[in-house]
């Protein structure tokens, strides 16, 4: 029988000296029936561990290196290449770009769907780091709300505010 994800990252974190086995043990059972959050959030949401380690753990478990988004600010121009759902569908935010190769942090590295749905949008070489789920939607939520090409009515502005023009002919590229 497969061992779960949740098994797995509890035998990590006990070999990590982070939690006991009965600490494990205790954890997923009492996960056990929760939805919408998963297991790394919960950890850390409840006190039982850092996000420094649960990243370590994921890293561990991945077999990638981990990348905490926080507080990070991430390459406009890389995201803008990429559709908003395509990123929270994924928990997958870009990193960087050096010549061919693209970093991108992400979720779940195991997710058979990502690599094919990626070249859709790229056709770089692909290295792949490990985030909390959690905080990389938070990261593309807080990128697409601030988007420097959202219009924004109360902003103030004058005829030399560049920014300000800019909204305005995408406000009228959208008004037809």
Do not use: W
């Amino acid at each position: 029988m497969a061992q779960s994800f949740q098994h797995k990252i509890c035998e990590v974190l006990v070999r990590n000296k982070v939690i006991t086995d009965q600490e494990a043990s205790d954890l997923q059972r009492d996960f056990k029936g929760r939805s919408k959050e998963t297991f790394d959030e919960f950890l850390v949401s409840e006190g039982f561990t850092t996000r420094d380690e649960i990243l370590v753990a994921l890293s561990e478990y991945y077999e990638v290196p981990a990348f905490n988004v926080m507080g990070y600010m991430f390459d406009h121009h890389l995201l803008l290449q990429f559709p908003q759902d395509f990123l929270l569908r994924h928990g997958a935010i870009p990193l960087e770009r050096d010549e061919n190769m693209l970093a991108i942090i992400v979720s779940d590295p195991h997710n058979a769907d990502l690599l094919p749905e990626l070249a859709e949008y790229v056709s770089d070489d692909i290295r792949l780091f490990v985030g909390l789920r959690e905080d990389i939607i938070d990261a593309v939520m807080e990128f697409y709300e601030e988007s420097p090409f959202t219009f924004d009515e109360d902003r103030p502005g004058d005829e030399s505010d560049e920014m300000y023009e800019d909204e305005g002919l995408i406000e009228d590229i959208f008004k037809d």
